[in-house]
């Protein structure tokens, strides 16, 4: 059974620094795989789609890597800012192709 | 715009006194599907729908219903909550299936007394 896991789970860095989180799943035979940002009181939000075909997908300050083959994907957020500060999900379908299967999360907390 | 919409957000409530929470999305999606979220548990699957009148169970379905009669509503039912289901629950919905971008609602805080 697909499981994913996500290391540190929290995380707090100064402003302007870039960072990484880490995104870690069991089965690499994986459609793709997405990373949310979820903030306090409000749902999550799409921040990158990588297929499983692809081995980067950039969004502005973010970067996401995906290796299929050593079951790992890392998100980068360039120059952190205050705004940054929130949890950080990733996903990747299940076999059927019917759920997600979501990491625990990183909190991320960027002080000014 | 684009959205989810869940309502209500907040609920507290007691055992064993019937709920709905309503999902709507405005974006034709074919998918949708409803997470709950738990301390130390991350985010579980209820239920999901392919399509209208085409639903199935998730990873943890126990004490819910759920209903597609519609493209753009699917509203979860709680026939007798119980205080195991005081969780923060969250509807989402994508264009095919979960290999697509997903798009959530805010969620929906319930408290069962």
């Known amino acids: 059974k697909q499981e994913v896991t996500q290391i540190p789970a929290a995380l707090s860095v100064p402003e302007g620094e870039n960072l990484v989180l880490n995104c870690s799943f069991t089965d690499s035979a994986i459609y793709n795989l997405q990373w949310f940002r979820q903030d306090p009181g409000k749902g999550l939000t799409s921040l990158l789609l990588i297929q499983s075909s692809q081995r980067e997908q950039t969004s502005g300050r973010l970067n996401a890597s995906l290796d299929k083959s050593s079951g790992r994907s890392t998100l980068y957020i360039a120059a952190s800012q205050p705004g940054d500060s929130a949890t950080y999900l990733c996903?990747?379908?299940?076999?059927?192709?019917?759920?997600?299967?979501f990491g625990k999360g990183t909190t991320l907390s960027v002080s000014s | 715009e684009a959205q989810v919409t869940q309502n209500p957000r907040y609920l507290i409530t007691v055992t064993g006194k019937k709920l709905t929470v309503t999902c709507s999305q405005n974006?034709?999606?074919?998918?949708m599907s409803w997470y709950r979220q738990d301390p130390g548990l991350g985010l579980r699957q209820i239920y999901y729908s392919m399509n209208v009148e085409v639903t199935d169970k998730g990873d943890v379905p126990e004490g819910y219903k759920v209903s597609r009669k519609e493209k753009r509503n699917f509203p979860l039912i709680l026939e007798s909550p119980s205080p195991n289901q005081t969780s923060l629950y969250f509807c989402a919905s994508s264009q095919g299936n979960p290999t697509d971008t997903q798009y959530f609602g805010p969620g929906t805080r319930l408290t069962v007394l």
């Open positions: 996903a990747v379908p299940n076999q059927a192709g019917t759920a997600l299967i």
């Open positions: 974006m034709n999606h074919e998918y």
